[in-house]
Nanobody
C-alpha cells in the first residue's frame, strides 16, 4: 500500500504564505504521478496542481503564478508552496498519488485564509 501524510496547513492572513508537504511511504514508484487537490466546505474537490515523475507541472488557473508544486523523489516527498494566499484558497488540501487504475489519498490538511 501507499500511505500519504500531509502537513503544513494552518491559519494565515490574506497575502500570506504556507508550504504544504506530503510524505509518501510504502511501495513508491518513480513513475507515479502526484498532485494536490483541495476541497472547500460545501464544494467539489478540485485539482490544484500536478507533477509527473519527470517534473512536468500543471496548475489550476486560479492558483497559477501563486502556487508552486515540487517533489523530491529521493525523499518521497511532494510540496506545495502557496504565496499570495486569498480567502478563496481556504480548503482542506489533499495529497494524491496516481498509480495505474488506483488513486491514493492523504487525510488532508486544513488551510484557512482569513483576516
Amino acid at each position: 500500500q501507499v500511505h500519504l501524510v500531509e502537513s503544513g496547513g494552518g491559519l494565515v492572513q490574506p497575502g500570506g504564505s504556507l508550504r504544504l508537504s506530503c510524505a509518501a511511504s510504502g511501495i513508491i514508484s518513480s513513475f507515479d504521478d502526484m498532485g494536490w487537490y483541495r476541497q472547500a466546505a460545501g464544494k467539489q474537490r478540485e485539482l490544484v496542481a500536478s507533477i509527473t515523475s519527470s517534473g512536468t507541472t500543471r496548475y489550476a488557473d486560479s492558483v497559477k503564478g501563486r502556487f508552486t508544486i515540487s517533489r523530491n523523489n529521493a525523499k518521497n516527498t511532494m510540496y506545495l508552496q502557496m504565496n499570495s494566499l486569498k480567502p478563496e484558497d481556504t480548503a482542506v488540501y489533499y495529497c494524491n498519488l496516481a498509480r495505474w487504475s488506483t488513486d491514493y489519498w492523504g487525510q488532508g490538511t486544513q488551510v484557512t485564509v482569513s483576516s
